[in-house]
């Protein structure tokens, strides 16, 4: 059973740094991809990256290229997205998930992520 959990949001101001983790409390985290998204007030939930099982290969959604980084490090069932150079407009809360299939897409559909976080609240002041 995959169980996440995220923690690391809080607010920033911007210009700002924040790195997110997002811990699995099973035993097969690295028998799954991962990904990160967001979602601001009154939008849709928007993908922001994702990151294979080794985490050798990475795709980023465009709000998040050249700001972002996600990584995982599997002894430890976590995966990380640093986020630099913070903007107003990254306020969301952001939520990670799980996927069996590696498929780096920003419009892959996001029932292919068997599991998903609560989410933590991340808020840039401009």
């Known amino acids: 059973q995959v169980q996440l959990v995220e923690s690391g949001g809080g607010l920033v101001q911007a210009g700002g740094s924040l790195r997110l983790s997002c811990a699995d409390s099973g035993r097969t985290f690295s028998s799954y991809v991962m990904g990160w998204f967001r979602q601001a007030p009154g939008k849709d939930r928007e993908f922001v990256a994702t990151?294979?099982?080794?985490?050798?290969?990475?795709y980023y959604g465009d709000s998040a290229k050249g700001r972002f980084t996600i990584s995982r490090d599997n002894a430890k069932n976590t995966v990380y997205l640093q986020m630099n150079t913070l903007k107003p407009e990254d306020t969301a809360v952001y939520y990670c998930?799980?996927?069996?299939?590696?498929?780096?897409?920003?419009?892959?559909?996001?029932?292919?992520?068997?599991?998903w976080g609560q989410g933590t609240q991340v808020t840039v002041s401009s």
């Open positions: 990151i294979n099982w080794s985490g050798e290969r990475t």
């Open positions: 998930a799980a996927a069996s299939s590696w498929y780096p897409s920003s419009h892959r559909p996001e029932y292919e992520y068997a599991y």
